[in-house]
């Protein structure tokens, strides 16, 4: 009995050693949040974007592509379905400043994988 439960305990012990093993996770894209008043929006699906990612920061503009995935209120869109949504956000009162804006951008290249905004 006492050897079964060393077994049992030995078992449990290399289980968890395993399971608890370092893993590196790559980080593929970086979000940024801003409104979509903060945010210029591509004319095409080969265009760009801008933004400034804080108030003393620089303005950053980065492209567009074919794969990008526009979204408005988790539904995806195609682009210009997108910025006609976009564009009557913003012409709410305060839509521009009220409504959320997250872009997710490509860490080695930085193109835009995605665009998504909620309202």
């Not at 608890?20 to 760009?48: F, H, I, M, N, W």
């Not at 503009?61 to 990008?68: P, Q, W």
């Amino acid at each position: 009995m006492k050897t079964r439960h060393v077994l049992l305990a030995a078992l449990f012990l290399a289980s968890f050693h395993e399971a608890s093993a370092l893993r590196v996770l790559q980080q593929v894209e970086r979000a940024v949040e801003l409104t979509l008043g903060d945010l210029t929006l591509p004319k095409s699906s080969t265009g760009t974007i801008s933004f400034k990612a804080c108030p003393s920061c620089a303005i950053d503009t980065h492209r567009v592509t074919d794969a990008t995935v526009y979204q408005a209120n988790r539904q995806a869109l195609p682009l210009v379905e997108f910025l006609r949504v976009a564009d009557e956000l913003r012409s709410r009162p305060r839509g521009k400043d009220t409504t959320v804006a997250a872009v997710f951008l490509d860490i080695q290249s930085g193109r835009v994988t995605r665009i998504e905004i909620n309202q």
